[in-house]
């Protein structure tokens, strides 16, 4: 962490309230971000009214932007996660450049956003732990094929034990630390996963 960001940490961390946290609000996430990555990344984060989406900086905005669902504290984890495994060229897309099949996928199109979705839910489980809050894998599928629910799981299970034993992505591994000092958690170990997410 370079001093400006030190700095900055640091009074939003005094701003915040403590009290607030306990509540998982919405827009503490989005000043620890915000004060985390906002200058070194030029990317903030963002509550939308709508479906979550990562638009790049443009002429009119000129800060790349992650969007997440309605305000809702889990989708802001999870599109933080998403960015924190995007590579430099795909966050310079519009959503990274990767599809998206809404609700009601066949059994094949499911198979392929679970692939890709690993990843970003492990680290998704492991900012939750890191703020204290519950998690749960999601399968996003509702009206599509029947879904393996404990496979998934499982899956995401098996990659976040492989993130704490091997190292997280640098920019979730940052962000991981960033939570555990606002919501005074401690350091993430295998144990924390060792149950099902709840």
Known sequence: MNEYLTETSEQTFSTLSLAQSNVHNYQDLIDLFN???????????????????YIPASVKHQSHRIVFAH??????????????????????LEDYGYWYNPDGRDAIQQA????????PQAIEWAFSCAAGKSFRVSTDNLNGAPVNVQ??????????MQYVEYGFPPRAAEFIKVLQRFYQTRE???GAFADESK
């Open 35 to 53: 004060a985390t990555f906002s200058k070194t990344e030029n990317t903030v984060l963002v509550k939308g009214a709508h479906e979550p989406i």
């Open 71 to 92: 305000g809702y504290f889990a989708s802001a984890l999870h599109e933080i996660a998403h960015w924190c495994i995007a590579g430099k060229k795909r966050r310079l």
């Open 112 to 119: 392929e956003f679970e692939k890709v979705e690993v990843k």
């Open 151 to 160: 496979g998934f799981q499982e899956a995401v299970k098996l990659q976040v």
């Open 188 to 190: 993430l170990d295998l």
